[in-house]
Every structure is written in C-alpha cells, then in structure tokens.
C-alpha cells in the first residue's frame, strides 16, 4: 500500500475494524506488501501512486471506496489470480471484505524512477 492515510482512517475506521498489513520489502525499486482483512474488517484509507500487481491467495470479495466521491464498487478476487493496476495520478480508496473468506494477498508495487 503506498501511503496510509492514518488521520482519515482514525476518523473513518475503527481500530478494531482494521486488518493487518506487513511490508516485506521496501527498496529503491519496489516495495512488496502482504494484507489479511478478516470478514468485516477494511484496509483502512490508504493513496496508491505506484503501478502495482495484486496476488490474490484466496478467493473474497470486497466493498470499494474510492476518493474524492467516486461511488462505492465491489470485487471479487480468485485464488491465484494476479492482478495489474495502472493507477495513472493515483487514486485513495478502503477495502472492506464483505465475504466469509478474508481478503490474503500479496501487493507488488513498481517504483517510478
């Protein structure tokens, strides 16, 4: 996840609702991080600015917000399933896992040089 948006996810997310994010590795060239949300519990508001793949290691599906007042989405994710997101100027959003099964994936963002 490329910049935690901590002051709006206090405001908007309860501790409690948050999952667990990790990152793995952080370089000059990319930054690899590995998610868990449980049923019912959201990323938590976070900007993406860097082109990234998303591993799915498990099938869910999620509630999207987005930024900037752009109209709630869904997604399912598959297991195994990699994902390539262009995000252009970027974009701010929270994930919240609406399925039974959580949300594991591995996020694989490319730095821009």
């Known amino acids: 996840m490329s910049e935690k948006l901590e002051e709006k996810t206090r405001a908007k997310v309860p501790a409690d ?10 370089n000059e060239t990319t930054r690899i991080t ?15 600015d860097l082109d990234y793949v998303g591993y799915h290691f498990g099938d869910s599906e999620v509630k999207i917000e987005r930024g900037g ?26 994930v919240t896992v609406v399925s039974e099964s959580p949300l594991i994936a591995l996020e694989i963002e490319y730095k821009k040089s």
Request: aromatic letters at 12%; hydrophobic letters at 30%.
């Open 69 to 94: 007042g752009d109209a709630p989405g869904a997604m399912a994710s598959k297991k195994g399933a990699a994902t390539f997101y262009d995000v252009g100027d970027g974009f701010e959003h929270n």
């Open 17 to 26: 609702k948050q999952g667990h994010y990790e990152v793995l590795i952080d």
């Open 34 to 48: 590995f998610h868990h949300i449980e049923k019912g519990q959201s990323s938590g508001w976070h900007s993406h």
